[in-house]
């Protein structure tokens, strides 16, 4: 990264240069590199794991599915040519009974490609795989130990599972599973293992089975949205009339997001006095296309002089925001023209970077609730003054407890830690050293 200063030399000769120096943006040295990572340190976690059970065929078995996403940026890749890196790892999974005696296990050796140096440092997707045991209903414990094949070391854990029983008449709901997008295909599932939305374009899709269900009978299907403290934003169900004793849907959540945020998902399934439920939490970190729709004009006009407040000084902001609309068009453009790091070239880069920041962070930081648009929240304010933090840190998601992130920048030595003390989206700036 190369620090640059939004103000030129010259005006640094006046008498208040300190104001100045701390009114600086961080760009890229390869700016369409950034272009493409500007969602990168607000998707995944480094390594996830997630453990999925459905109904088998064989009633006295259980379908245990072992999912594991890791990123490249947790991997050592090692350069073949020019063109192409390679890393790779060995998962071993063992499954104990509560006694200690090894009931299964499996051996996984996975190997990925990058096409540049970039690329092997990305956490925009989460390299998967998936291993699937049949299981007696029961307590066991799950041993994980990933190797990296070229450092050798280690990730290990241990997680205890309780293996459901879905035989019997009782209706049974196995695991809720989002994914990337819908498929027929169950060979060709998708998972979105963080349970985290961040692309304004992508479809939440939630997939699920329930057991046990009667033939031809009417079978109610109730759906619950509530946010990350319990509260209910949206109810809604469908009836059913299933053709087979296990039934599996896959159904769209998009249009019933209002806003970013941390919810959970609820499922509840009810046929002739039965009654059962599940629920699992997600995370959408993109403003939903459905929640105001196309911004006016006025908001639209505020994103391009609004955000020049964090970067100017108050008379000059001033100036510009109680100027008529022809005025401050003519003003911006002075504006800028004077802090072209670049001039006589077609591409002021220091601009294009500002708006390029100010367009993400109204995707991803922006309040409904509020009707606050994202560069006018404290998450936006320090993402346009800093760029995109080189860590961001999601507290543990708990029932009736504010989620919290960290953002943490390497270069400039600098963390801010924000949380959503209200509960509907805007993370509040709490602390900063």
């Not at 009978?217 to 949206?234: C, E, F, H, M, T």
């Amino acid at each position: 990264m190369r620090v640059l200063l939004l103000f030129p030399g010259r005006i640094m000769k006046r008498k208040t240069p300190l104001l100045f120096l701390t009114l600086f943006c961080v760009i890229f040295a390869d700016l369409q590199a950034a272009g493409g990572r500007l969602d990168q340190a607000f998707s995944l976690p480094p390594f996830v794991l997630r453990i999925y059970q459905y109904p088998s065929d064989d009633t006295t078995k259980t379908v245990v599915e072992v999912n594991v996403g890791i990123v490249n940026d947790a991997l050592q890749f090692v350069k073949l040519d020019d063109n192409r890196f390679k890393a790779g790892y060995e998962l071993t999974l063992d499954f104990l009974d509560k006694d200690g005696n090894h009931i299964a296990g499996r051996v996984s050796n996975k190997e990925f490609y990058a096409k540049t140096y970039n690329e092997t440092n990305s956490r925009q997707k989460l390299n998967k795989d998936k291993i699937q045991f049949m299981l007696p209903p029961g307590e066991y414990s799950l041993h994980l130990d990933m190797m990296d094949l070229d450092t050798r070391k280690h990730l290990k854990r241990e997680e205890d599972i309780t293996v459901n029983d879905f035989s019997g008449p009782e209706i049974k709901l196995g695991s809720l599973v989002f994914l990337e997008y819908k498929s027929s295909d169950v060979d060709d599932l998708d998972y979105n293992l963080a349970k985290v939305y961040v692309h304004a374009d992508k479809t939440i899709f939630v997939r699920f089975s329930a057991a046990n269900v009667s033939v031809n009978d009417s079978l109610r299907i109730g759906y619950a949205l509530k946010d990350w403290n319990g509260k209910v934003l949206r109810t809604w169900d469908e009836w059913l009339k299933p053709e087979r004793r296990t039934l599996t849907l896959t159904r769209s959540l998009t249009e019933f997001i209002p806003e970013s945020g941390q919810y959970t998902f609820e499922v509840t399934c009810e046929q002739a006095g039965q009654k059962v439920s599940s629920s699992d939490y997600f995370s959408v970190k993109f403003r939903p296309k459905s929640a105001w729709g196309d911004e006016n004009d006025a908001m639209a006009s505020m994103s391009i002089y609004g955000p020049l407040k964090y970067i100017t000084r108050g008379r000059e902001f001033e100036k510009i925001a109680n100027a008529d609309s022809l005025t401050r068009i003519q003003l911006i453009e002075e504006f800028w023209k004077k802090r072209d790091p670049s001039p006589g070239t077609e591409v002021n880069e220091l601009k294009d970077e500002f708006y390029t920041r100010i367009a993400f962070a109204n995707r991803q930081f922006s309040v409904l609730a509020t009707k606050k648009v994202g560069w006018d929240t404290d998450r936006g304010k320090i993402y346009i003054k800093f760029g995109h933090p080189d860590l961001v840190r999601t507290q543990s998601r708990e029932i009736g407890e504010a989620p919290m992130e960290i953002w943490i920048y390497k270069d400039i030595d600098k963390r801010f830690v924000f949380r959503d003390k209200r509960g509907h989206g805007d993370y509040e700036l709490i602390y900063q050293e």
